[in-house]
């Protein structure tokens, strides 16, 4: 479809979907990238964006799972308004033809509406009630691979419909097939990046690195990789989907991530010698083998580059009973490595479990709550004297 010049540069109210604890460093992101009337809420943040701003978010944000991009809003007090608001505040004969397949996901509650799965049925309904008036046929449900991914979310007596142009959670960056033991998502290591300010110009060290994925996200940041660019986006089958428009934010993407200066030494330790081939097999898949060096081998004999730089660790906090004792050792000798190698550092650690944390007898100078897949976390920073 070619560009629509009355309808480019109107802004389209959407939200992204973040982990909770980074809505600060997500809205900055999306302002960065040219989003406007950023307003961070609770694991999202809201904006506003012209096309242009919206595929450049999916080409490069780091930050979000998803970004829901409106359609319609309406007021919705129960099962009624919700459908006859479906079908009447969209023109589905131009979003939604039988030939094309289609999924809803919902959130948040209304009167006489408080099962999500039982609204998303309601929506899909009133979709598919609505193409047999147009067309006689509907579309099928596709879970896995759907050409529209609407969502719904109730809230406030209203319903706001939105597209979900990702096409999968944007989290999944591709370049892990090995996953270690307890990996961090791919988002959640960025945005840990994002919040220590690293800006590539000194050495970066995982001494717990297991599949590698704060080290692959800090030297993808460093280069500017867009983690877009190999993804498959379902917004490239929404009805005025702008395929000029489009390739003119893959080129400006594409010359983000070229190769730029060599940065500084990223370095990460991992004991456990499969994890650590999966580490360096995923640096490999992620095109970063000349910035990443995963070594084999116990923190406690690491030695760093010429420093200061920056540790930045997510060292297994155990929930298995009896563990403790060993993790407490485990803690106690990381201070000391920290300590010893690491004079002038900045090191941040990721910490779910404050009674094995006390063992560093270190003292944060920052706490910043952090949820990881569910557990309350707190991403500490400590500078080391
Ligand atoms: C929670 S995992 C780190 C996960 C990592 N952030 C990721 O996204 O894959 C902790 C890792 O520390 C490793 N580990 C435990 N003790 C270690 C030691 N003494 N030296 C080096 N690595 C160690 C474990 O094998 C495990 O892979």
Redesign the pocket.
Known sequence: MGRDNRHAHQRIPAVAVLPQGLEEAGAQELIDLGAKAVRPLRRAAAFEADMACLYRLHLQCRLPFRLLRELSRFPCDGRDSLYHGVQDSVDWERWLHPSMSFRVDATGSAQGLNHSHYSALQVKNAIVDRQRELWGERSSIDLEEPDLHLHLHLGRGEAVLSLDGCGGSLHRRGYRAA???????ENL?AGLIRLTGWDGTTPLV?????????LIEAASLARGQSPGLERTFSLEGWADFDAELWRDELERARRRSQPQQPSAPILG????AD?AEQ?RSNVAAAGLEESITINT????D?SLPAGPGMVV?????GVRIGAEDELET?YG??AQVVKREASGWEFWL?SGNPAVTGALRMKASRRIPISNGGIDCRWLHYQVR
């Open positions: 996953m270690g033991a307890a990996p961090l998502k290591a995982d001494p717990l690195c297991g599949s590698g994925t704060l330790w991992e004991q456990d994890i580490a081998g116990d923190f406690r690491l660790c997510n060292p297994p906090y485990l000798d990381l990721l």
